[in-house]
């Protein structure tokens, strides 16, 4: 059984940043894709970032320049670098493993509250 363990958040001020982590029980690059989704009170969940197992990556265009995906595939890990945070970002963090003719993977969440 495939296990993801979100970290990191917590509350930071509009304009700080946060690192979230995702630590994955199996190998990252054995998954498709690796993703970053979040979701708001009252909101639907929403992706943020994804990166393949080649490497490509791809953002919502509300991060976008402000927002990084990267992963330790040593550490079997995926990260997510969030600078210049805005109020509209607070949300939970959830992670995600797809692979092909699979079910998805999904994580716990992590809240992250970005103060105005």
């Known amino acids: 059984q495939v296990q993801l363990v979100e970290s990191g958040g917590g509350l930071v001020q509009a304009g700080g940043s946060l690192r979230l982590s995702c630590a994955v029980s199996g190998n990252i690059l054995s998954f498709n894709v690796m993703g970053w989704y979040r979701q708001a009170p009252e909101k639907q969940r929403e992706r943020v970032a994804h990166?393949?197992?080649?490497?490509?990556?791809n953002y919502a265009d509300s991060v976008k320049g402000r927002f990084t995906i990267f992963r330790d595939s040593a550490k079997n890990t995926v990260y997510l670098q969030m600078n210049k945070l805005k109020p509209e970002d607070t949300a939970v963090y959830f992670c995600?493993?797809?692979?092909?003719?699979?079910?998805?993977?999904w994580g716990q969440g992590t809240q992250v509250t970005v103060s105005s």
């Open positions: 995600k493993a797809h692979r092909l003719f699979e079910r998805d993977y």
């Open positions: 990166i393949t197992n080649g490497g490509g990556t």
